[in-house]
Structure formats: C-alpha cells, structure tokens
C-alpha cells in the first residue's frame, strides 16, 4: 500500500524544544514511532541525551541536544549541531517553557526577575528558535512550525500571571510570523493544551488541583500529554499546509471558541 504523503513524517526532521521531559518527550517518542527524525533540545541536557539514546536503541534516529532556549548562542549551535546530522530541519516543535517549576502564586507575589525570566523562556525562545531554523526552511521552500500556547488564555487562569500573560504571546507571535515567513511556504500554527497530566506538572501540583482537572470538560475525563500529539502532527504534516497562523484548542471540550 503506499502511504498518503499528507500524513507521511518519515525521514523529516523534527527539532522540539524542551524534549527531554514532560510532554516534549512523548511529542519525541511519537514523532520518532513515525519514522521523524527527532532533535530533542532541552535545558536539561541528561534528559534529552536519554530521550535520543532510547529512540536509538528502538531503531530511529535520534539527537539529544542540551539547548538553552533563551540564548541566542545555544540555540544556534543546536541548529549546527542538528543540520550536521540530519541535513535539514523541517518542522519546529516550540515546546519549550517555564512552567511547572514555577510556584503558584498571586501576582503581586511574583518577583520582576521570576517575570522576566519567564518572558525570555517563554518568548525570547520562540522568537530565536524561528531565527535559527527558518534558513534551513527557506532553502527547502517548505517548513512547518508549531508553537505550544495554553487554553489558560481562553480561560485566564490566576496564579501564574506571567505563564499566562507569555502564552497569550505567543498567540500573537504565532500570527504575524505566519505573515512574516507564509511566503517562503513556511506554516506557523499554535495550539492550546489543556492542564495536562505530564510527569512534571504532576510534580507540581497538589492533590486537590489536580482531582478537580477533569471537572468542565465535555470529554469527562483528565488531559494525557498524548491526547496532544494528534494536532501537533496534523499541523506538522502536509495535510495542513494551507492553515498558517492558526490555534487549535485542545482540552477535552472545556474553552470553546
Ligand atoms: N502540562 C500542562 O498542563 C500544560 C498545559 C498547557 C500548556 N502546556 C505547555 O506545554 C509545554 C510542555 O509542558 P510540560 O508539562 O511538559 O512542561 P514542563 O514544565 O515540564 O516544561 C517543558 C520542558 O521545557 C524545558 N525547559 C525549560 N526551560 C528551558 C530552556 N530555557 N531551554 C530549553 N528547555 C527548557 C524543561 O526542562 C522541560 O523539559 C509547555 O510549553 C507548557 O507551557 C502545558
């Protein structure tokens, strides 16, 4: 049979930002089961290096990269660093954030560095991460990026204003870049995750917070990071190439819009 080249990832490679842990290493696993090339670049280097080394040991292809999103350097030689293994990159995964390690807490709570250090993560990372891989995109004529916002936006969740204030950024950045790089023939989309139940936000959370995730939902259920990889390779594929600056909620049916 041969495969629908709108659905078909085999052999492209994918960059995820913050692939190490949470819900950036299932988006690896996933993309690697499909045969993608994966770069996995998260702070956490050791995490990424694990993410890559298992893909390896089941038969794909994998880099671990430690990548500081918030860094110009570092993110260009992830860059390099992926383009020396791989030849192109050809969908970018912005995934990375500051988010579960940061405490839930009233506004006037949180320290000036906290926030800025959130905005330079948060925002900062997507706008170098685009920077460092749209030359590969435009010399292939095509590139697909996806950037991870939150349904905290459609909600306006408390308690971790700068996550929330950043995630509406990223809303808006993901819309004019669509108009900045649509011309290359380069996709720039977003989605809006529900609270999902990944490794580290449940490390983060109380017992309390996270008993009362499934309330509102249509789907009556709680959120899986796997619950999100269907969008996030829809908008990764050919199938979408004609839906650019986009954002697609994912939570179960709770913020309709
Ligand atoms: N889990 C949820 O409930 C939820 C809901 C909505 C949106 N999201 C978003 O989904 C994405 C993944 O969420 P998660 O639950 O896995 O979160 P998470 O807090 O585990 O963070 C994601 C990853 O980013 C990495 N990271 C942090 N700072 C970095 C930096 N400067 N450079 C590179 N990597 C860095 C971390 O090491 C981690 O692996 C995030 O963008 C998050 O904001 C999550």
Redesign the pocket.
């Known amino acids: 049979m041969i495969a629908n080249p709108r659905f078909d990832l085999q052999g492209q490679t994918v960059v995820i930002?913050?692939?190490?842990?949470?819900?950036?290493?299932i988006y690896a696993q996933e993309f690697a089961k499909v045969g993608a090339h994966v770069v996995a670049?998260?702070?956490?280097g050791e995490?990424?290096e694990a993410v890559a080394h298992a893909i390896e040991a089941e038969g794909g292809k994998a880099l671990g990269i430690r990548?500081?999103?918030?860094?110009a350097a570092?993110v260009e030689a992830m860059a390099q660093a992926a383009l020396a293994r791989f030849g192109t990159i050809d969908i970018l995964i912005?995934?990375?954030?500051?988010?579960?390690?940061l405490p839930r807490r009233s506004w006037l709570e949180i320290p000036v560095e906290e926030w800025d250090q959130v905005m330079?993560?948060?925002l900062r990372?997507l706008f170098l991460c685009c920077r460092a891989v749209v030359p590969s995109m435009r010399e292939k004529g095509r590139g697909k990026i996806v950037n991870?916002?939150?349904?905290?936006v459609w909600e306006g969740v408390p308690n971790r204003l700068h996550?929330t204030t950043s995630?509406a950024g990223v809303i808006g950045f993901t819309r004019a870049m669509a108009h900045e790089v649509g011309p290359l023939g380069i996709t720039v989309n977003a989605i809006?995750?529900?609270?999902?139940?990944?490794?580290?936000?449940v490390q983060?959370s109380s017992g309390n917070y996270l008993a009362a995730q499934a309330e509102g939902r249509a789907m009556g259920r709680a959120?899986y990071?796997e619950d999100?990889v269907g969008a996030v390779m829809f908008l990764s594929s050919q199938a979408s190439d004609y839906m650019t600056g986009q954002t697609i909620n994912v939570d179960g049916g709770k913020a309709m819009h």
Do not use: E, F, H, W
Request: aromatic letters at 4%; proline letters at 4%; glycine letters at 12%.
């Open positions: 930002t913050g692939g190490g842990k949470g819900i950036g290493k670049a998260d702070i956490d995490s990424a990548t500081d999103v918030s860094d570092s912005n995934n990375a954030s500051l988010m579960s390690t330079a993560v948060n990372g991870i916002s939150s349904s905290r996550y995630k809006t995750p529900g609270y999902t139940l990944s490794d580290t936000q983060s959120q990071p999100l």
